[in-house]
């Protein structure tokens, strides 16, 4: 270890380190930006904290040898220092003279000072032990005292309802007016109040309800002073003056509500809420009053008359509250009376009407008649809020909504299997109709249906029906609207399946694989007439007048759901609307076929030319004139005019006869073409012949005949002169026809091919 008397040898001028010189010999910081050792001499560093924080963005081991690095430049600088200030660190030991003795005499004044603290702190512990003692003592005898007060006045309030049972009137009363006779018990309260001329119902009541005041602090002492055998002892006593005091309240309510003592019904509320006993009150109003009156309207075993129809029942039985219940709630609705922790309404009236309902009617609840299920359900539903009509605010018919017995009479309507019944029997109507195996139009066509104006198949009537069914007033429940209106779009989707499936059969022939496709097949273009006339109605009521119902019966809806249902059944008419043109499209398809089968006759001109000597056509063929009679004769007969208008008929007619005139074109191409290479194979071998025998004509000499194909093409021309004279008969004019345009090119004669005339 060096001595520090001794001088240190001399220290080289301090250097920079090698990191801390850049490559140009300029200095840069000595330590990291994170490590500041200026904060170590700070009054509130803590090393712990400072560590903790730099861990969370420096490795431990980095930090480390920062510091270790620190340190030896602490240490280097401290050697510095004592060398540089060496002569007054060596003279400091030099002015420490006696030390030792100061000490001596500093340390007896100290050690004096320290027994006398010592003593003083003894002696203010005993005195702190003293006082914590008596302390206990004063909290235990306070404890003591407050619960001998407790036994005490529980003593005294037994004593006193004892008291007070005894003073409760028990001599005869005259039922008619409810007053004493003159023979009454001559004791201070009853005679009091007889003076006068209080009722003795209502003295008993205000008896009563003393008591149960009593009763009630009873009950919050002896909840206070739980398992102490002087509150045991005194435990019969208070169950028998319990026991009597609600015998006693128990009578003189039913007392009381017999001849209507408004005041003794009040006096009697009173007590029975004082005592918590208010599930007893509504069990005595409820048998008292309540049931009797149901026996009579719902008898046990029934009458063998009546029926499981509740409306009729529900009027007696408003009538019955208002005459007979309403005095009640009104006693208890009363505002700062505190009685409005009574439940009569449904604790009582809706209780007992429950239970006799479900003993006398118990039909009445089954979905399994869906039309009187529903009658009864907003039967009920109306009787529920004209009980909801005594209540006065918003709060208190909230607490109704929320008694158990509202849940369980809700709980009785199972709507989910009335919508389950219901959709069975709207679903299985249309499905019913739709398995037709052919279009059936209704029994009358002459007059309009008195429900739907004059739709004419009977799937069409099946279909509006059951669309309306689902939002009857005696089908509909609004709280499953949203499955009602689920049901009214699967109605339409599955007419538009139903129509489109058969379509696409018709069109491709094949009706095995898609059973119930039969009617598309066998039904005839007249047929389709109905359905397009049916179409045309349905999509116009329904994005129309049933739209209207259905939001007027929706009106109470949010807006944004309200225009989610406008959409979605808007959507479903457009697709009744969407399927207008297959519907044509399928008519205009056998209408072609029917025509082609007269166009097939043209390949017999090849046959009346071939070979043949005949002179140059000079009129139409023979098949020309039944081209277009199917669709003449489907245009002028009785369903097209009644049930297609002028525009649906021009379509029809501008369709059908571009689409003949692209297959008239087709065949006739095809057959001149044929024609064509057939005369020329026919003439490279006649020309062959010649040559081989060596009697051929000169080829320079004009051939004198008109060859087969110019004949073909004449008749052919012929032919679609007449052809286009027929259209023009029937409205059309041919020239606008772009393959009639081609076909002409095909057929017409050189000089007659620039204009088309006929």
């Not at 029975?272 to 008292?288: G, M, P, V, W, Y």
């Not at 009857?472 to 429940?477: G, H, I, S, T």
């Not at 989610?564 to 043109?581: F, M």
Request: aromatic content about 8%; glycine content about 4%; proline content about 5%.
């Amino acid at each position: 270890m060096t001595d520090l008397r001794s001088p240190l040898p001399p220290t080289p001028p301090p250097t920079l380190p090698r990191s801390t010189a850049d490559l140009f010999g300029d200095p840069v910081d000595v330590y990291p930006p994170w490590l500041n050792p200026t904060a170590f001499v700070g009054p509130e560093f803590d090393p712990e904290s400072y560590i903790s924080d730099l861990r969370a963005f420096v490795p431990l081991e980095t930090l480390r040898s920062e510091l270790q690095s620190h340190l030896s430049s602490l240490q280097k600088e401290l050697v510095d220092l004592i060398n540089r200030d060496y002569s007054d660190f060596v003279s400091l030991s030099t002015k420490l003279i006696d030390i030792d003795a100061c000490v001596v005499r500093m340390r007896a004044p100290l050690l004096d000072i320290k027994e006398k603290i010592l003593a003083f702190r003894d002696a203010v512990d005993a005195s702190l032990v003293a006082l914590k003692s008596r302390l206990k003592q004063r909290a235990d005898a306070n404890q003591t005292r407050e619960v001998l007060e407790l036994l005490l006045d529980t003593f005294h309030v037994v004593s006193k309802v004892e008291k007070l049972i005894k003073e409760l009137p028990d001599v005869p009363v005259d039922l008619a007016n409810g007053y004493v006779n003159s023979g009454a018990k001559d004791n201070g309260f009853s005679l009091q109040n007889v003076e006068n001329g209080t009722s003795l119902r209502e003295t008993q009541s205000m008896l009563l309800e003393r008591i149960a005041s009593e009763m009630n602090r009873l009950k919050f002492y002896i909840a206070h002073a739980q398992n102490m055998p002087f509150i045991e002892n005194m435990e019969k006593r208070v169950q028998g003056a319990s026991l009597l005091v609600d015998t006693s309240l128990g009578h003189c309510f039913i007392d009381a509500l017999e001849h209507r003592d408004a005041n003794a019904i009040y006096n009697c509320l009173r007590a029975f809420a004082a005592l918590d006993n208010i599930k007893n009150a509504e069990e005595i109003f409820r048998s008292t009053v309540v049931m009797p009156f149901m026996e009579k309207i719902f008898p046990a075993g029934g009458d063998g008359k009546s029926t499981d129809e509740l409306e009729q029942d529900y009027q007696r039985i408003k009538q019955f509250i208002n005459d007979d219940c309403k005095f009640l709630l009104e006693i208890s609705a009363a505002e700062n009376s505190g009685l409005h922790v009574f439940s009569f309404i449904a604790n009582s009236i809706l209780k007992e009407v429950l239970s006799a309902i479900q003993k006398g009617k118990p039909g009445a609840f089954s979905p399994g008649r869906p039309t009187v299920f529903l009658k009864n359900y907003k039967s009920s539903l109306d009787f529920l809020a004209h009980l909801e009509g005594y209540y006065h605010t918003r709060s208190a018919v909230a607490k109704f909504r929320s008694e158990a017995v509202y849940a369980e009479f809700m709980k009785q309507w199972n709507i989910g299997v009335y919508f389950s019944l219901r959709f069975q029997e709207i679903a299985g109507t249309l499905d019913e109709s739709l398995r037709a195996a052919s279009l059936a139009p209704v029994q009358d066509l002459s007059s309009d249906s008195s429900n739907f104006q004059s739709l004419v198949l009977k799937q069409s009537v099946s279909l509006l029906d059951c669309l309306r069914a689902c939002w009857r007033d005696d089908v509909l429940v609004i709280s499953f609207a949203d499955k009602f209106l689920r049901l009214t779009l699967q109605l339409l989707s599955r007419f538009s399946n139903w129509l489109s499936t058969g379509l696409a059969a018709r069109r491709s022939s094949n009706v095995g694989s898609n059973p119930g496709t039969e009617w598309a097949i066998s039904a005839v273009p007249e047929d389709l007439i109905y359905v397009i006339y049916d179409l045309h109605l349905l999509a116009d009521e329904v994005s129309d007048d049933y739209l209207g119902h259905v939001t007027e019966l929706l009106q109470s809806c949010p807006t944004e759901v309200l225009d989610l249902v406008k959409q979605s059944i808007l959507h479903a008419g457009k697709s009744l609307q969407d399927l207008l043109p297959l519907v044509m499209n399928s008519i205009i398809d056998t209408l072609v076929e029917k025509s082609v089968k007269d166009l097939m006759q043209l390949k017999g001109i090849t046959a009346t030319y071939r070979m043949t000597n005949k002179p140059l056509p000079v009129r139409h063929s023979q098949y020309v004139s039944g081209v277009l009679r199917p669709i003449k004769t489907f245009l002028d007969g009785e369903r097209a005019s009644k049930y297609l208008t002028a525009e649906m008929k021009n379509d029809l007619l501008q369709r059908t006869a571009s689409e003949i005139t692209r297959r008239y074109n087709e065949l006739a191409t095809e057959l001149v073409s044929v024609t064509r290479r057939t005369e020329s194979s026919l003439q490279r071998i006649r020309i062959g012949a010649q040559r081989r025998t060596g009697t051929g004509a000169s080829s320079d000499v004009p051939e004198q005949n008109l060859s087969d194909t110019e004949k073909i093409c004449m008749q052919l021309f012929l032919d679609i002169q007449e052809y286009a004279r027929n259209l023009a008969a029937l409205g059309v004019d041919a020239r606008n026809i772009p393959e009639y345009c081609s076909l002409w090119e095909s057929v017409a004669p050189p000089d007659k091919r620039n204009s088309i005339s006929f």
